[in-house]
């Protein structure tokens, strides 16, 4: 399960079009909480399965996605 948690920023948007260049099925939720409880404080971040990514680690891991 892939989840983006996004606020619509430039850089939301972008890691957004690297997920669907990569035909990678994810949801988008807009409610920060669950990232601000895992100590986030900077959008967006990816959670893939329990795994939190920020936003340089989401691209790295999307890019390594066949």
Known sequence: MV???STKCP???TLE???LQKKIDFKTETN???VID???MEAPVLKVD???YNF???IKWVRGVE
Do not use: V
């Open 50 to 52: 329990n795994n939190y």
């Open 3 to 5: 989840t983006l948690f």
């Open 17 to 19: 079009m690297q997920l």
């Open 32 to 34: 920060m909480q669950e």
């Open 38 to 40: 895992a100590g986030y």
């Open 56 to 58: 340089s680690e989401a």
């Open 11 to 13: 850089k939301c948007n």
